[in-house]
C-alpha cells in the first residue's frame, strides 16, 4: 500500500508544477499585450491623467502578480491567468477611454 501511495504523491506534485508553469506562460502571454498605442498624451486633462495612471498601475500590478507567483507566493485563490485576464481588462478599458488602441 504505501509503495503505490509515494508514485501517486509524486504524480500529484508533478501535476501541480506543471499546472502553475502553465498559468505563468499564460499569464506572461496576457502581460505582453499590455501596450496602448496612438494615444495623445499632450492632454493634461484630469480624466486622461486617471486613465494613464490606470495605465500605468494595472501593468505594473500585472507583473507584481506574475513575479510573486514565481516566487512560489500564492496571492489569489484563482488562477493567475484570470487575475492577470481582470487586470488586462482594466487596462483596455482605460486605453480606450484616452483614444489608444491595443
Do not use: W
Not at 499632450?42 to 507567483?69: C, G, R, V, W
Request: proline residues 3%; glycine residues 4%.
Amino acid at each position: 500500500m504505501k509503495l503505490l501511495l509515494i508514485p501517486l504523491i509524486s504524480l500529484y506534485l508533478s501535476g501541480c508544477l506543471f499546472t502553475s508553469s502553465n498559468e505563468v506562460k499564460r499569464s506572461e502571454l496576457l502581460l505582453s499585450h499590455f501596450s496602448c498605442h496612438n494615444y495623445a498624451d499632450n492632454s493634461m486633462s484630469p480624466i486622461n491623467s486617471f486613465h494613464e495612471q490606470t495605465l500605468n498601475s494595472t501593468k505594473q500590478k500585472a507583473t507584481d502578480y506574475i513575479q510573486h507567483y514565481k516566487n512560489g507566493d500564492k496571492i489569489f485563490n484563482i488562477p493567475l491567468d484570470d487575475v492577470i485576464s481582470q487586470q488586462y481588462k482594466l487596462y483596455k478599458e482605460a486605453c480606450q477611454s484616452i483614444g489608444g488602441v491595443l
